[in-house]
């Protein structure tokens, strides 16, 4: 979602660091382009405002302007502060202790009851929590309930309602359900609104009055822009918020709502939502996105996903097999479901350092692409598959009937194919130059 503002701000540090002599005159042109992509990415400008004098006042310092790479040294400052704007440090749940309440609140249309699923999720899978409770206590949106109970289901977390109109009851009479159950954590579903209204925060007021809820989490929609500020404010004056989940961060978003709302609120942005599924919920590091926004890469977010999607086994294979070039096509398909695994190819790309000056991180893939080389590799025999050299023009008519594609794409994958072979061979070859990603990288990235 930060690919406008990436992008503008990836040009300017560019530019900066071929500067090769840095002077207040470069660091006010630079500040002005930066205040300009801000402002167009729905950034606050009171935020902006307080981001560009900070940034000013400390890259004008003697450190930077004499230092002998002057470039690097404002280039990193900006990096800093935008990492400070976002969050001076990673910032995580409070689960401190049992059982963990915690309440969501937002307007209507955030994305509140489907982040209910994916924080029990989170909590189940990354916190070890045995047993969590969703309860459904938003009584205005048709068929709310009935969501949060089928989300409850898929996630393996119980679920607690009550078939009356009075959420404030529901959620109260949830957490004194809690003298009899066993239950580590419990996620309160709230309703929303259009905006945000007298009645809607006079309801979780009365329902901070009566619980003590561990944390309270603003979801917010990332693409709110301007507005997100007020959302902030009003919601944090009525119950003081604790943290914010920002959601459809994979739309396209300008970004802004993700600077304003933090500087706004005082309180960390503690996650973001990448998807519609269960699993699509990261937590938020400060740092990682500034490096983002920069076009800087996220290799640390890169290793950690790599080793979420593959095992230790499994990475041990695929660094044999790239060490030796030793890869056929069974191999190069088993590889490209790992790759699914990590997620849309996008986000991967943008996620590499110097992708964005590579042009690789507006690359559009073509997921139907990818189904049908998956289509294509499944049409094969195993000694088709293992001996691709085999493969003549009789068998790529029959593949490709199998497969419902031309037989000129079962020829186009087979050179893709033979590309990758070679170029896992040279990287074999300068094994000691390659990166380490926690235990051997899938190297089947080639198709």
Same mark, same amino acid.
């Given at each position: 979602?930060?690919?406008?503002?990436?992008?503008?701000?990836?040009?300017?540090?560019?530019?900066?660091?071929?500067?090769? +002599?840095?002077?207040?005159?470069?660091?006010?042109e630079a500040l002005k382009e930066i205040r300009m992509s801000l402002l167009e990415a729905d950034v606050s400008y009171k935020v902006v405002k307080s981001f560009i004098e900070t940034v000013k006042k400390r890259s004008l310092g003697e450190d930077v302007l004499k230092s002998l790479s002057p470039d690097q040294q404002f280039i990193k400052m900006v990096h800093d502060e935008l990492a400070s704007f976002l969050g001076d440090r990673d910032s995580g749940l409070d689960t401190g202790r049992r059982p963990m309440l915690y309440m969501?609140?937002?307007?209507?249309?955030?994305?509140?009851?489907?982040?209910?699923?994916?924080?029990?999720?989170?909590?189940?899978?990354?916190?070890?929590?045995?047993? +969590?409770?969703?309860?459904?206590?938003?009584?205005?949106?048709?068929?709310?309930?009935?969501?949060?109970?089928?989300?409850?289901?898929?996630?393996?977390? /119980?679920?607690?309602?009550?078939?009356?109109?009075?959420?404030?009851?529901?959620? +109260?009479?949830?957490?004194?359900?809690?003298?009899?159950?066993?239950?580590?954590?419990?996620?309160?579903?709230?309703?929303?609104? !259009?905006?945000?209204?007298?009645?809607?925060?006079?309801?979780?007021?009365?329902?901070?009055?009566?619980?003590?809820?561990?944390?309270?989490?603003?979801?917010?929609?990332?693409? !709110?822009? /301007?507005?997100?500020?007020?959302?902030?404010?009003?919601?944090?004056?009525?119950?003081?918020?604790?943290?914010?989940?920002?959601?459809?961060?994979?739309?396209?978003?300008?970004?802004?709502?993700?600077?304003?709302?933090?500087?706004?609120?005082?309180?960390?942005?503690?996650?973001?939502?990448?998807?519609?599924?269960?699993?699509?919920?990261?937590?938020?590091?400060?740092?990682?996105?500034?490096?983002?926004?920069?076009?800087?890469?996220?290799?640390?977010?890169?290793?950690?996903?790599? /080793?979420?999607? +593959?095992?230790?086994?499994?990475?041990?294979?695929?660094?044999?097999?790239?060490?030796?070039?030793?890869?056929?096509?069974?191999?190069? !398909?088993?590889?490209?479901?790992?790759?699914?695994?990590?997620?849309?190819?996008?986000?991967?790309?943008?996620?590499?350092?110097?992708?964005?000056?590579?042009?690789?991180?507006?690359?559009?893939?073509?997921?139907?692409?990818?189904?049908?080389?998956?289509?294509?590799?499944?049409?094969?025999?195993?000694?088709?598959?293992?001996? *691709?050299?085999?493969?003549?023009?009789?068998?790529?008519?029959?593949?490709?009937?199998?497969?419902?594609?031309?037989?000129?794409?079962?020829?186009?994958?087979?050179? /893709?194919?033979?590309?990758?072979?070679?170029?896992?061979?040279?990287?074999?070859?300068?094994?000691?130059?390659?990166?380490?990603?926690?235990?051997?990288? *899938?190297?089947?990235?080639?198709?």
């Open positions: 979602m930060f690919e406008n503002i990436s992008g503008k701000l990836y040009d300017i540090m560019r530019r900066i660091r071929g500067a090769g +002599v840095i002077s207040e005159k470069n660091i006010d969501l609140i937002g307007l209507q249309g955030s994305g509140k009851t489907t982040t209910a699923a994916k924080l029990a999720n989170y909590l189940i899978k990354e916190k070890k929590a045995g047993k +969590v409770l969703l309860v459904g206590a938003d009584t205005y949106r048709p068929a709310a309930r009935d969501q949060l109970e089928k989300l409850a289901a898929s996630v393996g977390a /119980q679920f607690y309602t009550e078939p009356h109109n009075d959420p404030v009851k529901i959620a +109260v009479n949830a957490y004194k359900s809690l003298e009899t159950k066993a239950i580590d954590a419990v996620i309160f579903d709230t309703a929303g609104r !259009l905006h945000v209204d007298e009645g809607l925060l006079d309801e979780l007021k009365r329902m901070k009055a009566a619980i003590p809820f561990t944390e309270i989490l603003l979801v917010a929609d990332a693409m !709110l822009g /301007q507005e997100s500020v007020n959302v902030a404010k009003n919601f944090n004056d009525a119950v003081a918020i604790t943290g914010i989940i920002l959601t459809k961060m994979d739309g396209d978003a300008r970004g802004g709502a993700a600077l304003s709302m933090k500087h706004t609120a005082g309180v960390p942005i503690k996650f973001m939502g990448t998807g519609e599924k269960t699993d699509r919920l990261e937590a938020f590091h400060p740092e990682r996105i500034a490096s983002r926004i920069l076009g800087m890469g996220d290799v640390v977010s890169l290793v950690e996903r790599v /080793q979420q999607s +593959v095992t230790a086994e499994e990475a041990k294979k695929a660094e044999e097999k790239f060490r030796k070039a030793n890869f056929n096509l069974e191999d190069f !398909l088993g590889q490209m479901r790992q790759m699914k695994k990590l997620g849309p190819m996008e986000e991967i790309l943008k996620m590499i350092p110097g992708a964005g000056a590579a042009g690789l991180s507006n690359i559009n893939i073509d997921e139907n692409d990818m189904r049908h080389v998956e289509a294509i590799i499944l049409s094969m025999t195993k000694r088709e598959r293992n001996h *691709p050299e085999i493969i003549d023009a009789s068998r790529r008519e029959r593949i490709a009937k199998g497969s419902g594609v031309r037989p000129e794409r079962i020829s186009k994958l087979l050179k /893709q194919f033979n590309q990758a072979k070679k170029m896992m061979k040279s990287f074999g070859k300068k094994r000691h130059n390659m990166p380490n990603f926690g235990g051997g990288f *899938p190297g089947g990235m080639g198709f």
